[in-house]
C-alpha cells in the first residue's frame, strides 16, 4: 500500500493549491474513508477534512480552521484524493498528509482521530508568505 502527497510548495496569502494522494494497493478505494491532516513544527498533527467511504454517501468533514476554504473529494477511477485549498493564511503553513481508514463508520467522528488510520503518505510541505 502506498500513499504519495504531491501539490505542495510556496504560494503568496489569498492564493490556491490543490494537494493530491495518490494511493496504490488498496482494495476498493470508494470503500475507504480519507483524511487530510496538517502539521507545524512544535505542534500535533491535527485533522483538518475527512472524506468518509462511498458506501455511506461519502460525507465530508472540516476542521472550523479550514470550513469555507477548503474542499476535499476523491476520483475513484484514479484512486486518488484532493484537497483544493483557498484563500490561503500564512496560518495554513504546515505539512500536509494524507491517510486512509479501512473502516466503515456511521458517525463521522470516529475519523477525526489519527490512530483510525492504518495508511499513511509521506507528507508535502505548504508554505504561504503573507
Known amino acids: 500500500v502506498q500513499l504519495v502527497e504531491s501539490g505542495g510548495g510556496s504560494v503568496a496569502a489569498g492564493g490556491s493549491l490543490t494537494l493530491s494522494c495518490a494511493t496504490s494497493?488498496?482494495?476498493?478505494?470508494?470503500?475507504?474513508?480519507i483524511g487530510w491532516f496538517r502539521q507545524v513544527p512544535g505542534k500535533d498533527r491535527h485533522i483538518i477534512s475527512v472524506?468518509?467511504?462511498?458506501?455511506?454517501?461519502?460525507?465530508?468533514w472540516y476542521d472550523d480552521s479550514v470550513k469555507g476554504r477548503f474542499t476535499i473529494s476523491r476520483d475513484i477511477a484514479r484512486e486518488t484524493a484532493y484537497l483544493r485549498m483557498t484563500g490561503l493564511k500564512s496560518a495554513d503553513s504546515a505539512v500536509y498528509t494524507c491517510a486512509v481508514s479501512l473502516s466503515d463508520y456511521a458517525s463521522m467522528r470516529y475519523y477525526l482521530e489519527d490512530f483510525e488510520y492504518e495508511y499513511w503518505g509521506q507528507g508535502t510541505r505548504v508554505n504561504v508568505s503573507s
Open positions: 472524506i468518509a467511504s462511498q458506501t455511506s454517501n461519502g460525507p465530508t
Open positions: 494497493g488498496l482494495r476498493s478505494f470508494s470503500d475507504l474513508a
